[in-house]
């Protein structure tokens, strides 16, 4: 069975999960849940980013200080419940404070240190607590970081480096011999130039700091906040603890991640891998940002928006549905509960939940519920553009693809209309169109089951047709499944049309 290993960012507790993280981690859900469907022996890893010096301020703010561990104890359970409220479906929620990572990054910062890539230097410069980095005085604007819009710190420390220049030939030689690595193909010319030209050795401990993994041998350096997490993508699948499940999952095929934090995933990483003697991901892909109602989402801006506030409303599905659709994955977009409930009437309410509504209807009326004979018809199209589009993360794609055969069923309504073929007894043609029209919800309600979940299932439990937990997605995919005879049920409204107050 292949094995499909993909990983999100593990996330900074200083705060509540927003709809940004939840952006990240639906879109892995649903490719986790495509590719569990094809089959394939799936490990979906999440977590916290728990050694940050943001989550050690963000508990002084309350003044738990001395109660670190317990601040992040308490923070993680609130992420990992969020995740579980919106159904995300994670074989491990990781914690850098746990005892298998601090072993892990022990082992790796060994292995470094011994292939002679880790010196002892003076690190002077600027750093950006929101960023945890250092940043170029180039960058700056006004004296402030252009991401957080707050003054960096002056920092002078004798450190721990990681030779990161010894690496620039073999990683661009990499990234030009895997064209598929770092996606979408902007954010690697991005990366390329980065490597090229602005490349240094980076500081990788800490003196000052006194929260975090010791530094082995020198307790009084932590090691930098990024290299250790990295490595959870490593102690996530085994590595330092259980070799035999970590060269099981290790490379992994996936690492998702936002276009904010490339340079760590993209030259950091790999370059760390490379050191370690480990091979490196198959793909890195950069998801764009998004903002609010036109808007930078932000605490100091007040509008941030809790994933859970949005489900509370409109329900797991519809947010899942309206994030992948309306911003194409690898560009920036725009979240709107205007555009939200638009989508929702049209697509969801009118162009999905009516037909399904529909078909049902005819069924019963004409059929007495019951599924007429087989009629074969071409649905090959749809079907490679949904793989293909999921298979290189172009969610928007599969997305269409599915909206072409929804269209087609409701053109075909509208084109064969049954009511008048039923009027005219022309019964073969309309057992054959209703037959049509079923497979057609079925197939859609198939496709959907990785990016609606919920509605997919019920959907298909509408035409007895729930697939069985060992039936591959290919196999759910061979068109005329459906028995004739089989009785449906019509049941409630899939999207039912809200109750607008106007
Ligand atoms: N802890 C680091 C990651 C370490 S991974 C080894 C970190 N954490 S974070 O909490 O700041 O999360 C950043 C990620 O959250 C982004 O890369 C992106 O995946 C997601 N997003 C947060 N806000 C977002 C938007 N407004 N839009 C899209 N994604 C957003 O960086």
Redesign the pocket.
């Known amino acids: 069975m292949p094995t499909f290993y993909l990983t ?7 705060g509540k999960p ?4 939840a ?2 981690t639906i879109a892995a859900d649903i490719l986790a849940r495509y590719h569990r469907l094809c089959g394939d022996e799936v490990f979906f890893l999440t977590g916290t ?1 728990e050694n ?1 010096q943001k989550n050690v301020e963000a508990a002084q703010k309350i003044g738990r200080e001395n109660d670190m561990q317990g601040y992040l104890d308490e923070m993680a359970g609130r992420w990992k419940a969020t995740w579980k409220d919106l159904e995300i479906t994670t074989d491990r929620f990781i914690r850098t404070t746990e005892s298998d990572h601090l072993n892990a990054v022990e082992k790796f910062w060994k292995t470094v240190e011994t292939k002679g890539d880790i010196y002892k230097g003076t690190y002077e410069g600027w750093y950006c607590k929101g960023c ?1 980095a250092f940043v170029n005085e180039g960058d700056l604007v006004d004296g402030k970081c252009p991401n957080h819009l707050t003054e960096p710190a002056r920092i002078k420390e004798d450190n721990y480096f990681f030779r990161l220049t010894a690496y620039r030939e073999l990683l661009l030689h990499y990234i030009e011999e895997h064209p598929d690595f770092i996606l979408p193909k902007s954010r690697r010319n991005e990366i390329v130039s980065y490597i090229k030209d602005f490349m240094t050795d980076i500081s990788i401990s800490r003196s000052s700091v006194k929260w975090g993994i010791a530094v082995p041998g020198d307790e009084s350096h932590r090691i930098y ?2 290299f250790d ?2 490595i ?2 490593l102690t996530g699948v085994g590595y330092g603890t259980d070799e035999k499940q970590f060269e099981k999952w290790w490379p992994a095929q996936l690492h ?6 490339i340079k ?2 993209c030259a950091l ?1 790999p370059a760390m891998l490379l050191s370690a003697g480990l091979p490196l991901p198959k793909h890195v892909f ?7 109602d036109g808007q ?2 932000s605490k100091s801006l007040g509008n941030v928006i809790d994933p859970l506030d949005v489900v509370q409303i409109y329900g797991n599905d519809v947010l899942r549905y309206f994030l992948l659709r309306e911003i194409r994955f690898g560009e ?1 977009g725009d ?1 709107g509960h205007a555009r939200l409930e638009e989508r929702y009437d049209s697509e969801l309410a009118n162009e999905l939940g009516n037909l399904v509504h529909r078909v049902c209807t005819m069924t019963e009326k004409y059929f007495g519920g019951k599924i007429p004979a087989h009629t074969p018809h071409d649905i090959s199209v749809a079907i490679k553009t949904y793989h293909m589009g999921l298979e290189m993360f172009a969610f928007h794609d599969a997305l269409d693809a599915i909206w072409s055969l929804v269209r087609e069923a409701n053109l075909l309504v509208e084109q064969k209309k049954p009511w008048v073929l039923a009027k005219e007894e022309k019964t073969e043609e309309l057992a054959q169109t209703l037959y049509t029209l079923l497979e057609l919800v079925r197939v859609i309600g198939v496709l959907l089951l990785p990016f609606m979940p919920k509605a997919a299932q019920t959907l298909l439990s509408k035409l007895s047709a729930s697939p069985a937990s060992n039936v591959t997605l290919d196999d759910l995919l061979v068109w005329g499944q459906l028995a004739p005879g089989t009785l449906i049920t019509k049941g409630d409204p899939l999207f039912p049309r809200r109750e607008t107050t106007t």
């Open positions: 999100t960012p593990i996330y900074y507790i200083n927003s709809i940004g993280h952006y990240t980013d940050s945890e906040v990024w997490a990295l959870n993508y998702l991640v936002g276009k904010d934090i760590f995933h990483w950069a998801h764009g940002f998004f903002t609010i930078k989402m920036d979240y």
